[in-house]
């Protein structure tokens, strides 16, 4: 079966550090997304991204975050300078169609020091 | 309006007992799920729920989407210990084409042998 998956599982930085998390999608969805989970917290919506550009961003995704779709397989979270406050899962998930049911991947948990 | 209310917080059970667990918003919403996640991954969808009054039923899953829209719940029969993990409710925002998902706190099921 089809599935999502995301490198690294595990990532540890330095405060100020640039990370680049990857995602691979299921290949023939269209919509892409990325969300965070903080420790214990609920799954927070980051950003959407259809036809090769953001559609919806939260209020958590600011300048310091960009996504982009470098080729046609992969779909990259990028921090610029990372945060304490940024540790946490982020899941990368994609679906056919916009309404349709997202499929989640297994997260890369960072770890900003 | 985008919260999620989803209760209980945490629920210690027996194997074999059966399991409920609610969500419910101030909004009416078009569609309800229903995901759940194990330690280290990522959420899987269990059941959606696009109409109202809608029973649907995955295995020993039944979920229900509410008649007044601003409520669902999922219950699990004959509970095993694989059934534990975090169970989210989720929802899509109305107001988007894309699928942006609001996520309830979750619900921690622990099963005991």
């Known amino acids: 079966e089809p599935e999502v998956t995301q490198t690294p599982s595990h990532q540890v930085t330095q405060m100020g550090q640039e990370v680049i998390l990857r995602c691979v999608p299921i290949?023939?969805?269209?919509?892409f997304y990325w969300y965070r989970q903080i420790l214990g917290q609920k799954v927070e919506f980051l950003v959407s991204?259809?036809?090769?550009?953001?559609?919806?961003k939260s209020e958590i995704f600011d300048d310091q975050f960009s996504v982009e779709r470098p080729d046609g397989s992969n779909f990259t979270l990028k921090i610029r300078s990372t945060k304490l406050e940024d540790s946490a899962m982020y899941f990368c998930?994609?679906?056919?169609?916009?309404?349709?049911?997202?499929?989640f991947g297994p997260g890369t948990r960072l770890l900003v020091l | 309006g985008q919260q999620l209310n989803q209760s209980p917080q945490s629920m210690f059970i027996q194997e074999g007992e059966d399991v409920s667990m609610n969500c419910t918003s101030s909004?009416?919403?078009?569609?309800w799920l229903w995901y759940k996640q194990e330690p280290g991954e990522g959420p899987v969808l269990l059941i959606a729920?696009?109409?109202?009054?809608e029973l649907t039923s995955n295995g020993r899953l039944t979920a229900q989407f509410g008649i007044t829209r601003k409520d669902s719940f999922l219950n699990i029969s004959a509970s095993i210990p694989s059934d534990v993990g975090i169970y989210f409710c989720?929802?899509?925002?109305?107001?988007?084409?894309?699928?942006?998902?609001?996520f309830g706190r979750g619900t921690q099921l622990t099963v005991w042998p």
């Open positions: 998930a994609s679906s056919a169609g916009g309404q349709e049911t997202q499929y």
């Open positions: 290949s023939n969805h269209l919509y």
């Open positions: 991204f259809y036809n090769n550009e953001i559609s919806e």
């Open positions: 909004s009416i919403f078009n569609t």
């Open positions: 729920l696009y109409k109202a009054g």
């Open positions: 989720a929802r899509l925002n109305r107001g988007s084409t894309l699928g942006r998902l609001y």
